[in-house]
């Protein structure tokens, strides 16, 4: 049986990991920790986190509702509160997957202009 290269094997990331695939600070994590009850990332000896994937799914919501979006930390806190369905969390899946196929397309169109 061939390893599948698309699935991903690790069960823990550390808050540098988080912080850089966000492109922000790990205080900036660790102030988000406290603004939000949703993001528990779990902490091993020393207090040393280590972040699941449900948690950088939170630390995504949040970054998307506070960053791109603009909101304050009360109003994402509320709509994170209100959100019993998940919409706001499918609807940051579906634009992150939107700006996966842009770059995609926008590298397609690249390579083609270079043939024209």
Do not use: C
């Not at 599948?4 to 988080?18: G, P, T």
């Not at 900036?28 to 699941?52: D, N, S, V």
């Not at 509160?81 to 706001?88: A, E, H, P, Q, T």
Request: net charge positive.
């Amino acid at each position: 049986m061939a390893l599948n290269k698309n699935k991903d094997l690790k069960m823990f990331y550390s808050i540098s990991e988080v912080a850089k695939l966000f492109n922000v600070s790990e205080t900036l994590l660790r102030f988000w920790e406290k603004e939000f009850p949703t993001i528990k990332p779990e902490k091993a000896g020393r207090g040393i986190r280590q972040y699941t994937k449900a948690d950088i799914e939170q630390v995504r919501l949040v970054y998307h509702l506070v960053k791109e979006r603009g909101m304050t930390l009360q109003g994402a806190r509320d709509m994170i509160k209100r959100d019993k369905g998940g919409s706001v969390n499918r609807n940051v899946e579906v634009i992150d997957r939107l700006k996966a196929i842009r770059s995609e397309l926008q590298a397609i169109g690249k390579d083609l202009g270079g043939l024209v």
